[in-house]
């Protein structure tokens, strides 16, 4: 049992070096799908303290509206632009009726406040177009192709490429934008940052769009995946464990913690499930999250916690 | 006032060469002294002193790098500060620390926690030793309440107390725990003159009629020197005198680090 | 006018710490306890027992245990069906194993198992705080509920991984299984939800209660006079866990009859947060208060339209329930964050003045 | 139970819910179908078709027919979101609705199918778990009230071998063979797995056994390890979003689509369109036809649609879970219908549904007057065979529509029924049942 445990694993990974470089690499690119959806809580926690559960919903939403808009013969692009425009118009709603009542509750008042939220965005998407599952395609190329023995999918590499491209935008407007260096400013102070004239409301809205079209981004890599259904939403959990591995706070943290939980999760469920009897995956990522905080109680990048008398 | 009846005993407490450092920092440097049975001491010295870490350290929540604690004789080396309660050092902070979301009479009851032995099982039940436990307790509580004249606050939620009562109440979660050795951090900081007078009163009570040994930091320098026994001066993380309040007001380097003369 | 305290003066600190100080209150409680034990299961239907009042107090009592660790402690968990999937679990293996012993004591030990289970998965809260603990549970959550469907001997090793709450009898009267009447398993559950209800009040009044509160709105502080975060965040896993384990054990046995893993689901931890959450942090009330809201509200928006004569499409009439839950629990929080408790406790305080607020 | 029913009355209205619970406003005369449907939540996408084909063919019947001779029938849907929770609510609000109570229940879930089992003899309302919920309850001497005919997921896994046998050139071939089953990870998913191993040590393949959690989503590392495995077949019980996720990876693995198969929860449109052109080729068994070329569908967008043929697209007709939910519905209409033919032409209660269940014998002939013919295969229920075992049938979907690819193919009961047999007499032991016998 222990050598099947301790060694057999490793041997299994040298014998076939391709192949493991393989699952190595899908993990990597599965970990980058978990950071565009981890990226939406980051921001938001960011920006106004919300641990926003309401996050998967949003991906779905986004990704419903999307799809409900091209099925209405809508052409794409302008169907993109829409969706971008209701994200807004819908952080602008969320923020009016729901954040400013809420200034300066606790995190677990406004926790569950997203997720009340979440109930009313389901409700809402299902009721405007519908509950049955519906096809997105909008002309990624999904072709599979072979590199030295290594089975590679385009669209995969084109969700990646995505994943990367959404992370140098979101740095660059964080750091080289006003809009940016406000929602720093605010990151770090609320209270400051109001003294030095930053309108927090606006901040808000504005994370909330933000955030809305990541979900957006992040709803059409996995609706394309799997179509756009309910189930949509469910893939916040598969973002949680990144997101507490990588801080709360941290857009790298959310990169690198995708990354690890990615190449974790494969790794561990492709070596060592069989012996378990499979499906360790899910588990696995929560627990791979939990040792590393033990030694990172506030996750690998994310703001160190003092404490003081 | 300040006319000593009390029997001042042997050392109570003695920290020996302590040295903490934070990073790079040294907040404190070295810092020995004493504190006898029964006895006030204060604390004094500029901000950034190192008086609040010296604190820390005698109740076990900083770890110096250097140096001996010793208890009633006993040395200790690194602990967690609940060793400390169960040796009764008990405490007050500079912000205060009460539990917000509870009542007055509740947090008093806090300080008896560890008097209280009766397992969970027989709490559950709230009968027989647990309850009787429970009121024995209640009735030392109601006793400090008493002494700090806070009976009409007993049950409201301290969060709703203004910042004086706040204090006193504090003073009484400590009170409640029966300590040898009670820290006092700030104790009158933000109060006007009336509450200061009130909380010497009760400094100077609890000395009095329970012999408990106390060790204070104050900035206001009238009240250290009417009510302590004795005074030790940190400044920069060094002990710079040690002595009785006339002593003390008369050194020469106390003055210059109040006054800001520069240390090279 | 009728609801005063003036004129009642406690002699003894025995009778000022009991749970319900004032006379009026006690009566009140006392006409609660006669309906809920004898009117209720008197009048009430079939529907009404196995759909809304059974699942209340099973809930209720996960809540409370929730509450324990979350109201109380300070320590914010999303591992509840996790641990309410222990007590189900091995309810039944114990249950099977040992056909013999009295359910009740079955109950309590799967109580004790899914307490164990609670115990190590609050080990991290040593080091872990706040929402990172609250995401960190969930590892408890998913690992086992993997488990109890992986591990075949939890289940007797049936094709089908299901357990399925076998005839067992109290005092002659069967109480679990397919031919327990409602009635009696209403009993039964209110039984026990009062007894374990009436210890955790006394629990969150005395010693324990106070150290878990001292850690939950000041750990520091906490520990410098004398409390050991160490062994007081345990022991609130520990007998929150216990709690949620007999809630689950309850839940398979005395009202769902059979279960699997995903009636356990993360779904069903976030509910019972719900209820700790509305029903107010730190409050055993309020745990009742919001297990009613989580699970009447439902049921009410569900019979409501019918009821009015409006017949709206099966789906749309869903959607619709579910946004407008979702925008009460928005409005209940907005309009008072500290839940249905206080609010209960501001309408008492109105009352006492009335009609004379002045 | 009279007192109960006097302080009930007494007290009705003043406590609305109550009120809700004692209200059953049907009509006097009807035979009411109790419907747990799902069209909302994580399964809505299965749950809308079966959903629409249940209501449509109750329609038809009423319609077409004027009710089940004579006896007009009633329906109400109970949304039950596929959580067990909310099913248990639902089926005590219907169970006792309409003139004689619910005539039986079709909980189209396994979770609530297990709750309800034992219910059902105390509440004495059948139980119809048509191709799903627990296989034992085949075994009709130690589960009275259930039944689960034509066929169940064991006799499918043993028919989807006997395929494999078939499509290699005979049993004989299989030894050696590598055979994977993908499964959710759930007791659903883990009903084949019994028999499959059965079959193993019988036939000698090599069975591996890859379980996917729920939901589902991303299942790369399965794919990765059966792209590493190479197996010559595969199996799958998936549901929900699983399904489309896994379908989108055997394609970007380049598996050979003709040796993927589904079971018959695996196949239904919506299973396949969101995964394009990838899904060209699927298999999945199932054991009715597809389409909306059947006499029964012209019937449907006729009597139910008025021939509006694009509003019955809309509503599902044709495609698979909708069919199988005429299917159902059908066999639930004619167990009444045979039970009238013993009690007379009225509504008949549970009891008497569960004998007309117990000796329903359609035959082919019957299929045709019912414009089945070719639809679904005749089945025969007895006292002692609640499932009958009946054969599968391959369908495969070429991108645009499914069609059947295969014979009707037995099941091997051989292998099947003794473990039937096993489980069902552990279920009694545990539960204390004693059997009946059935002469």
Known sequence: MLYDVLIAPFLDMADSPVFFAEVVIVGLLTGVMYSLVALGFVLIFKASGVFNFAQGVMVLFAALTLVGLMEHGVPTWLALILTVVIMVVLAYGIEWFMLRRLVNQEGIILFMATIGLSFVLQGLGETMWGSNVKALDIGIPDASFEVSGILLNEFDLFAAASGAVLVAVLAVFFHYTRIGRALRAVADDHQAALSVGIPLKTIWVIVWAVAGMVGLVAGIMWGAKSGVQFSLSLIALKALPVLILGGFTSVPGAIVGGLIIGVGEKVAEIYWGPLFGGAIENWFAYVLALVFLLFRPQGLFGERIIERV | ?264 | MFYREAGQFKTSYAADQTVFPIVQDRWGVAAMVAIAFVGVPLVASEYMLQAVLIPFLIFALAAIGLNLLTGYCGQVSLGTGGFMMVGGYMTYKLTTTFPDVNILIVFVFAGLCAALVGFVFGLPSLRIKGFYLAVATLAAQFFLGWTFNKVGWFYNYNPSGTITAPPRELFGITITGPTASAEVRYLVVLCIVAVFAMMAKNLVRGRVGRSWMAIRDMDIAAEIIGIQPIRTKLMAFTISSFYCGVAGAMMVFLWLGSAETEAFDINQSFLVLFMVIIGGLGSILGSFLGAAFVIITPIILTNAPPMFGIDLPIDLQKHIEIMLFGSLIVFFLIVEPHGLARLWQIAKEKLRLWPFPY | MKLKTLILAGIAGATGLSAVAASPALAQGDQFFPMLVYRTGPYAPSGIPVANGFRDYYTLINNRDGGINGVKISFEECETEYNTKLGVECYEKLKNNGSTGASLFNPYSTGITYQLIPKAAVDEVPILSMGYGRTAAADGRVFEWVFNFPTTYWSQASAFINYVAQQEGGFEKLKGMKIAHVHHNSAYGKEANPTLEALAKKFGYKLTLLAVDHPGQEQKATWLQIRRLKPDWVFMSGWGVMNQVAIKEAASINFKMDNFVGNWWSGSDADVIPAGKGAVGYKSATFHGPGAAWQVHKDIVKHVYGGDESKAKANNVGEVLYNRAVVNAMFGVEAIRTAQGKFGNKAMTGKQVRWGLENLNITEARLKDLGMEGFTRAVKVSCIDHETGGPIVIQQWDGAKWSIVSDWIPTLRDVVRPMVETAAANYAAENKITPRTCN
């Open chain 2, 1 to 264: 006032m300040t006319e000593n009846t009390r029997k001042i005993g042997n050392t109570l407490l003695r920290v020996d060469d302590i040295t903490l450092s934070f990073g790079g920092v040294h907040a404190l440097n070295g810092v020995s002294f004493e504190i006898k049975e029964h006895e006030i001491l204060a604390i004094i010295g500029p901000n950034g002193a190192g008086k609040s870490s010296m604190l820390n350290v005698i109740n076990g929540f900083y770890h110096p790098q250097k140096g001996t604690i010793a208890f009633e004789g006993r040395e200790r080396k690194r602990m967690r500060p609940h060793v400390a309660a169960e040796q009764g050092i008990a405490r007050t902070f500079q912000n205060i620390a009460l539990f917000k979301g509870m009542s007055t009479l509740d947090n008093i009851m806090t300080g008896r926690m560890l008097k209280m032995k009766r397992s969970f099982l027989w709490q559950a039940l709230y009968w027989g030793p647990a309850l009787k436990e429970e009121i024995e307790n209640r009735e030392f509580c109601e006793k400090v309440i008493d002494f700090l004249e806070i009976q009409a606050i007993r049950k409201t939620p301290v969060g709703k107390l203004p910042y004086g009562l706040q204090k006193r109440v504090e003073l009484g979660r400590a009170l409640a725990a029966e300590p040898r050795l009670l820290l006092l951090d700030e104790p009158m900081a933000g109060m006007n003159v009336e509450e200061k007078e009130d909380m010497c009163r009760f400094i100077l009570d609890v000395n009095d009629e329970f012999g408990t040994t106390i060790a204070l930091i104050e900035h206001d320098m009238g009240v250290v020197m009417d009510i302590s026994d004795r005074v030790v001066v940190l400044d920069y993380g060094r002990k710079i005198a040690d002595g009785s309040p006339d002593a003390v007001r008369a050194n020469g380097e106390v003055i210059d680090a109040y006054l800001g003369v520069s240390h090279e």
